[in-house]
């Protein structure tokens, strides 16, 4: 399909002035798109020019189309001297490309400058003409759409969804290139972002074709990112899902098909739960149970503690639901065979969603994650970036293989990063292993018989909390019980996952953002050594993150873990790990334990009187924290749920290592040594400062919650406020005192006043919830550690706020559930069982045999081992419209934004510029997403030479920031489009250098631009035209000059 | 630790009133905090000094991003840089131009030139103003005078235009505007008395009537100054005091009708010629700029002052006025009626504000 590209300039407003003499500006336009470039007239003496030129063609084929940007330079006239460049607006031109998104593009752009920054703006038209072309060795994909949005886009409907799409291109950094000594800065940094952006589109292009051929339509949680590597080149990589997408036939239709259990779930074809009333044989006999019951049991107690009846985490003997053994084995047997078939032939049966269409998540199994060192080399063939792919292969068939371990032949939730120092690289990947249902995933789907089975298969919301893998053959230990929900099936003690928490879950309370945070100083070394140097101590800090992460959880009374993010940064003489998830507390799995506080040396008096004043206060924080986040799940007599049944140890290790799984999996339960779980013993100050900064996190104030999943697990009732903001902060670290200790101090301070001063900027916005909050580390220098975190906040009604924790306890009272005061216990050297990598012996060895097998000779590989996590399940049954799913969210009333304007403003009120609205979650409160109209794919240099004059690092950042965000803006603006959802902030590069007065920011953006509709809007005019404008804030009428 | 850069940037931006009021008043940003912090709002909202710092340092920085914008404020409207809702657009511009009394007294009447800006760091530190709240507000003043002082048409519709303010500022403006266009001295001792808001009210009524633009709106002339023809010809009123028959007549038309409806009676007889001999004479100066200069000292003196003296009460001055200028149609002696009307009109009403204490 070649096509015609027409492009119009309008006019420019606000020019700068360029002739000092006059003070006004001779500016005319180029138009550039690939090799061929067109000009307008000198627009004489005005800085607001009227151009209003013919329509410049450019005629080129598809692929074209699709790599290139169109390059708009405006430029000042200079009669005797070289003309001055402006600025430049660059448009991504691929939405004009698909039949369902924009038409047209047209509006106005902000005129950036990589020095300058914004300098005026100028309104241009674009149009395509695309020909119907059926040559089929063609190398274009245009007609494929793309999604940043991680979930099925709200007005489609999913067919089939194929799977993982992958694809990288690697070329030389131009800031690295010889050429770079004697061009100007602003030529380089030109040159950078248009081969950025011509690598994005290539990229895009290649995914397309890859999608094509899978018969798919559509990529959704498109994630592209860049590795700068300095000397060795420049990567652009992009993971996503391809899908075959349907577009819903009315667009007034208030629930999203992928919300509505009646429209997509025609079949469930392995119903996981069948009627219940099957299941009342008799208690199953204690041998059975044994067989699938690991306990830490009382047996191992070092430290004796207070409660015989503690670590009743397993299931007694006697539980009306012991035929799940007999008949879990088989019917998952048949499940994996089936679903295997589905996933057989894809190479990496993963998935970047984090939210899926009803029935098509049937079990998690935890997270899996691998990461490995490599150092970097010159990429010497940019058409054949073998090397890359390579490295990327093996972890994703490393993530592979825990997933398999796992009992699970998906991952989803996957996605991938990188961190670079100099010349050293750290890959990670992570996701969730999980079992699909298969209907999902083939071609041909079964249309006929399943319309019957809808309502009856509901009752599965605890489904996804059930184990996958078989409990005689666990992967590594855990505690297992029986659903506290449906009572058949066997779900963990804890749960952690990538993913967000699935609509039809039952949670008890509200969920809360929590983060473990550590630095590890490293030597500085050179290449292989410092390779090896991180290599070893990555293991370490996966350890103590997690060990963290899980204190933390118990801290908050809460049960499992969504969204979770481990971020390991590289620095010169450090390695900074932050993991963000949020906690909730499912109904389906076990009440979690307390910690309990061993001390080394029971017989010093004051040490003991300080130890149990620890404990007092941990205690007290569990208690504050239950009930701040209202969690109060129903109280289960013993009798019902059973006594744990004392799992001998050689039992569960002669299992496992029957098992299949990897190396890496194996060895996680050596980790688990001989010792009790959930105690935190104090033996030296290390430990005690783990303790008290356990203790430091502070509560968000009254009125405020924050999680990093779309929505808050516990809050259904959104208004329509909303804003999205980027806080960065740097600070340096004074190099006297650096231990590791006083690390972890000033980089844990740092993150909790980053929220600290969040909560008090947004305080006019309480009742709120910080939706999607994402934090990035990076270390720019030796002693600076950066921090950037991107969310939303969302207004919420408080009066509606409190019916959603209410149901389910009443309807659980008649359930049982462990004793609430029991205690867990853990070692802080090993953790929780469930934590299954061996922290130390692993990074050797696999040092050496990655190496070998590589036949790469210069990287330096290691992984660690990734580690896993158990899943949880949900209780309670149906609650009719309970946790609900988009579709109460959206019912949100509108009140938001239109309480703001028209206070006095006589002359304002009429403001030409419309609103857009920026978030990074899949939908927005109150509104109905009627139309997507592509990608939004920015990447931006700004560079400065007057750093002081610019109001120094924090004016410069701050401008900047504010620039990317106009200039997102105004292309949502010009697509026709009046927000931008699942916006991302992918890169945050800053790097000043203060003497020289010079500072140099990267920054790339992506999201989904869309047309939304006020629901209150769409009731009143219904049928009229609900593409226009409709938000209330933005009246537009013309402004009078 | 040190913070080497901390920033918050919102889609849509944060204006936080309270903190713009402080960098509208020049406070640094140590001073805007303490200020905060002496508020209480640590104890309301839990948060830390060090939050407050960082907050505070942010919305500077976002002032001081938007202050160029506010120079000109449609460009407010039509920027993409910053989102703001229109109401918080209308409130950052209505604040950024508005002024404090004491500041705006000290000013009123000089001329907006850079001699005049040397002195404002003597006018802050008689009003208490800051210097840096002192020179916004003073350049605010110069900015519109400079916008509208070549433009045609009303006054306050092209300031309104130009500058979005409210109409209530606008016409603030528009006296600002033109008491520094026409220099009028207010800043005298025994002006003192009056405020701002007298000085707008009488600078209303004479835009109004006594300019170019009052007579004719289509005329190609604007509103900033006064009528020269006008004042030429009110030379011609000093007939109503040079005659004496006509000076006499006009008296005993006055004290008929006012008898017995006058506190004060008797002691207007008595000063009936000299208050009309001090207003016509006012009348008659016009022609040279140095007496328009002082035409408010004029006015205080030759009528304010005596009446004062006498305790007038205000209702007595208003039948007293009134009949003043209505007395003159019945003198038949004296052709130019539409003239005074036009003279005494205006006056009558600023006469009526300038009188108080």
New interface residues.
């Given amino acids: 399909m070649p096509g015609k590209l027409k492009v119009k300039i309008v006019a420019g407003?606000?020019l700068p002035v360029m002739d000092r003499a006059s003070d006004l500006t001779d500016a005319f336009v180029e138009v550039k798109f690939g090799n061929t470039t067109f000009k307008t007239d000198v627009y004489l003496k005005s800085l607001n020019p009227q151009w209003n030129s013919e329509w410049f063609k450019f005629e080129v084929d598809d692929e074209d189309l699709q790599d290139e940007p169109l390059q708009i330079t405006v430029l000042d006239h200079d009669t005797y001297s070289a003309n001055d460049a402006i600025g430049k607006v660059y448009i991504d031109i691929d939405p004009l490309l698909y039949s369902e998104a924009a038409t047209v593009i047209s509006g106005?752009f902000?005129i950036y400058d990589t020095i300058h920054g914004?300098r005026g703006?100028i309104n241009v038209v674009v149009k395509v003409d695309l020909f119907n072309d059926l040559n089929r060795f063609r190398q274009s994909s245009c007609g494929v759409k793309f999604f940043c949005t991680t979930s099925i886009p709200k007005c489609y409907r999913a067919v089939i969804i194929h799977g993982f799409v992958e694809e990288l291109v690697v070329n030389e950094d131009p800031e690295y290139q010889w050429i770079d000594r004697i061009r100007t800065p602003r030529a380089s940094n030109e040159a950078r972002q248009r081969l950025i952006s011509l690598m994005s589109g290539e990229l895009q292009r290649k995914i397309g074709l890859k999608v094509l051929e899978m018969r798919g339509n559509a990529v959704v949680g498109y994630l592209q990112c860049f590795d700068l590597e300095g000397e060795s080149g420049l990567v652009v990589r992009a993971i996503g899902t391809a899908c075959t997408l349907d577009k819903l036939s009315s667009p007034a239709a208030f629930l999203p098909a992928c919300n509505s259990p009646s429209k997509e779930m025609k079949e469930i074809p392995f119903n996981e739960d069948p009627n219940p009333n099957t299941h009342s044989s008799g208690p199953s006999t204690p041998l059975k149970n044994q067989t699938y019951s690991f306990s830490p049991s009382k047996s191992y107690s070092r430290q004796s503690s207070s409660s015989d009846t503690d670590l009743s985490l397993t299931p007694k003997t006697g539980m009306g639901s012991g035929s799940a053994g007999k008949e879990g084995g088989p019917f998952k047997a048949l499940l994996r065979q089936q679903t295997q078939s589905a996933l057989e032939q894809r190479e990496f049966p993963f998935f970047t969603l984090t939210a899926f269409p009803p029935g098509f998540l049937v079990h998690v199994g935890g997270v899996v994650s691998a990461r490995s060192v490599k150092l970097l080399d010159r990429i010497h063939n940019p058409d054949e970036p073998e090397t890359r792919d390579a490295w990327w292969a093996e972890i994703r068939q490393e993530i592979k293989s825990h997933a398999k371990a796992l009992g699970c032949h998906a991952v989803v939730g996957y996605s991938e990063s990188t961190s670079i120092c100099e010349e050293v690289c750290i890959l990670s990947a992570s996701g969730t292993a999980a079992v699909l249902n298969p209907r999902f995933l083939q071609d041909g789907t079964v249309e006929g018989c399943l319309e019957q089975r809808l309502e009856e298969n509901l009752p599965t919301r605890c489904g996804f909390c059930h184990i996958p893998y078989d409990e005689l053959n666990m992967p590594f230990p855990a505690h297992l019980t029986y659903c506290y929900n449906c009572r058949k099936q066997k779900v963990p003690d804890v749960l952690f996952t990538t993913i967000d928490l699935p609509t039809d879950a039952t949670v008890i309370g509200k969920g809360c953002l929590i983060q473990a945070r550590l630095c590890r100083l490293k030597k500085k070394a050179q290449a292989e050594a410092n390779a090896t140097a991180i290599s070893n101590l990555l293991p370490f800090m996966e350890y103590e993150v997690h060990t963290q992460l899980m204190n933390k959880l118990k801290l908050k009374g809460m049960n499992a873990l969504f969204g979770l993010r481990i971020q390991i940064t590289v620095g010169e003489n450090m390695l900074m790990g932050l993991a963000s998830a949020t906690g909730v507390y499912l109904a389906a799995l076990p009440t979690p334990g307390g910690i309990q506080i061993a001390g080394k040396t029971p017989n010093d008096g004051s040490y003991e009187q300080h130890i149990s004043h620890m404990q007092k206060k941990i205690n007290d924080t569990i208690a504050k924290n239950k009930e701040l986040y209202e969690i109060n799940p129903p109280e289960i007599s013993e009798e019902i749920i059973g006594s744990p049944i004392p799992e001998p140890r050689q039992r569960s290790r002669l299992l496992r290592s029957q098992s299949e799984s990897s190396d890496e999996v194996t060895e996680l339960d050596l980790s688990h040594g001989k010792k009790d779980a959930f105690v935190l013993e104090i033996d030296d100050t290390d430990a005690m400062e783990d303790v008290h900064s356990l203790l430091t996190d502070v509560p968000p104030?009254s009125g405020f919650y924050s999680c990093n999943t779309e929505i808050m697990p516990g809050i259904n009732n959104w208004t329509s406020e909303i804003?999205?903001?980027?806080?960065?902060?740097?600070?340096?670290?004074?190099s006297l005192n650096l231990t590791n200790q006083a690390l972890n101090k000033?980089f844990n301070?740092?993150c909790e006043?980053l929220l600290?001063?969040?909560?008090?900027?947004l305080?006019s916005m309480i009742p709120c919830c910080l939706c999607h909050v994402n934090f990035t580390v990076s270390l720019p220098e030796d002693e600076?550690i950066?921090v950037t975190v991107t969310a939303v906040a969302i207004t919420f009604d408080k009066n509606q706020a409190l019916q959603t924790t209410k149901t389910p306890v009443e309807k659980s009272l008649q359930r049982a559930s462990t004793d609430n005061e029991e205690l867990l216990q853990f070692p802080l050297e090993l953790c929780s069982d469930s934590f299954p990598s061996h922290p130390f012996p692993p990074a050797k060895e696999h040092l050496e045999s990655a190496s070998s097998n590589s036949g790469i000779p210069a990287a330096q590989r290691d992984r660690c081992s990734s580690w896993i996590e158990l899943i949880k399940l949900k209780a309670q049954t149906i609650r009719r419209g309970s946790i609900k799913t988009t579709v109460t969210v959206e019912k949100a009333s509108p009140v938001g934004?239109g309480n703001?304007?028209?206070?006095?403003?006589?002359?304002?009120?009429?403001?030409?510029?419309g609103?857009?609205?920026?978030t990074p979650l899949s939908f927005i409160p109150g509104a109905k997403i009627t139309k997507y109209l592509g990608i939004i794919n920015m990447f931006f240099i700004r560079e400065t030479t007057s750093l002081r004059e610019e109001?120094g690092?924090?004016?410069f950042?701050?401008?900047f920031?504010?620039?990317v965000?106009?200039m997102v803006?105004?292309h949502v603006a010009a697509l026709g489009g009046n927000a931008v959802v699942s916006y991302i902030m992918k890169q945050c590069v800053?790097m000043e250098n203060p003497n020289k007065n010079q500072a140099q920011c990267l920054i790339n953006v992506s999201g989904d631009a869309v047309v939304f509709v006020r629901e209150s809007d769409l009731e009143v005019v219904s049928s009229q035209q609900p593409t226009t404008n409709c938000q209330s804030?933005c009246?537009e009428s013309e402004?009078?000059? | 630790?040190?913070?080497?850069?901390?920033?918050?940037?919102?889609?849509?931006?944060?204006i936080d009133e309270d903190v713009y009021r402080l960098w509208l008043d020049g406070y640094s940003v140590t001073d805007a905090v303490a200020l905060r912090v002496r508020s209480g709002i640590l104890e309301q909202?839990?948060?830390?000094a060090?939050?407050?710092q960082?907050?505070t340092?942010?919305h500077y920085?976002?002032f001081?991003?938007l202050e160029r914008l506010l120079h000109a404020?449609?460009?407010l409207?039509?920027?993409?840089?910053?989102?703001i809702?229109?109401?918080?657009?209308?409130?950052l511009?209505?604040r950024y131009y508005a002024f404090d009394e004491a500041f705006v007294r000290e000013v009123l009447g000089k001329k907006l030139s850079k001699g005049t800006k040397k002195d404002l760091d003597d006018i802050s530190t008689k009003t208490g103003i800051t210097l840096k709240s002192c020179r916004r507000q003073f350049d605010n003043f110069k900015r519109v005078f400079k916008v509208v002082e070549e433009m045609r048409g009303s006054l306050v519709d092209n300031i309104?235009?130009h500058f979005?303010?409210?109409?209530r500022l606008a016409r603030d403006y528009a006296a600002i505007v033109f008491f520094a266009n026409n220099r009028f001295e207010t800043g005298k001792k025994k002006l003192q008395y009056l405020s701002f808001g007298d000085f707008a009210f009488c600078a209303e009524l004479m835009i109004q009537n006594w300019t170019l633009g009052a007579v004719d709106s289509q005329m190609d002339d604007m509103d900033m100054d006064l009528d020269k023809e006008f004042l030429q010809d009110l030379k011609e009123l000093k007939v109503l005091v040079a005659d004496k028959d006509l000076l006499d007549l006009h008296k005993s038309l006055v004290c008929t009708a006012l008898r017995g409806k006058l506190g004060v009676f008797s002691e207007m007889e008595a000063n009936f010629k000299n208050l009309s001999r001090g207003l016509v004479n006012v009348a008659a100066k016009l022609t040279h700029n140095k007496d328009v200069r002082d035409l408010f000292v004029d006015l205080v003196e030759k009528f304010v002052e005596p009446c004062r003296s006498d305790h007038w009460p205000l209702s007595d001055v208003r039948f007293f006025l009134n009949q003043y200028s209505v007395s003159v149609h019945s003198l038949d002696g004296f052709r130019h009626q539409a003239l005074w009307d036009r003279y005494m009109g205006t006056l009558r009403g600023c006469l009526l504000r300038l009188y108080h204490d």
């Fill in positions: 407003r606000h106005w902000p914004i703006e104030p804003q999205m903001f980027t806080s960065v902060r740097v600070i340096r670290l004074s000033n301070d740092l006043n600290k001063s969040l909560y008090f900027k305080r600076l950066q934004d703001f304007r028209n206070r006095s403003a006589p002359p304002c009120a009429n403001s030409t510029v609103v857009v609205k920026m109001g690092v924090s004016g950042l701050h401008a920031i504010a620039e965000f106009a803006r105004a800053f804030s009246t402004v009078t000059t | 630790m040190t913070s080497e850069l901390d920033i918050f940037v919102g889609n849509t931006t944060l909202t839990g948060a830390t060090a939050v407050l960082s907050d340092m942010d920085r976002t001081h991003m404020p449609p460009k409207l039509h920027q993409l840089i910053f989102q809702p229109p109401s918080r657009q209308a409130l511009i209505e309104q235009q979005l303010l409210s109409d």
